[in-house]
Nanobody
Framework: QVQLVESGGGLVQPGGSLRLSCAAS????????MNWYRQAPGKERELVAD????????NYADSVKGRFTISRDNAENTVYLQMNNLKAEDTAVYYC?????????????WGQGTQVTVSS
């Protein structure tokens, strides 16, 4: 079955760094666009970063631009989110998302989420 398993979250002080990983299985990873979303309590879920299937193009939310970097390793079926200079406002559950076409129809797969807490 399809699985997206996030790891790397935790508690970090403001200004610190974390790297999130998402290990994918059960679908053709190198044909899928990969995305990181996050949701904080009382906030709407927001798209943080996305990357095309071959890794040739990336996009970021304005709030994280210059601090976060999305990357992927298609040989390892893994997508990463490097988060630097973390702020309290980055505290949220971070979700890995895969978006791909199956039988010509767009499908979305989601991980379980990993908690990132930025606090002193």
């Amino acid at each position: 079955q399809v699985q997206l398993v996030e790891s790397g979250g935790g508690l970090v002080q403001p200004g610190g760094s974390l790297r999130l990983s998402c290990a994918a299985s059960g679908f053709t990873f190198n044909n899928a666009a990969m995305n990181w979303y996050r949701q904080a309590p009382g906030k709407e879920r927001e798209l943080v970063a996305d990357i095309t299937s071959a890794g040739g193009s990336t996009n970021y939310a304005d709030s994280v631009k210059g601090r976060f970097t999305i990357s992927r390793d298609n040989a390892e079926n893994t997508v990463y989110l490097q988060m630097n200079n973390l702020k309290a406002e980055d505290t949220a559950v971070y979700y890995c998302n895969a978006r791909t076409k199956v039988w010509g129809r767009l499908r979305d797969y989601w991980g379980q989420g990993t908690q990132v807490t930025v606090s002193s």
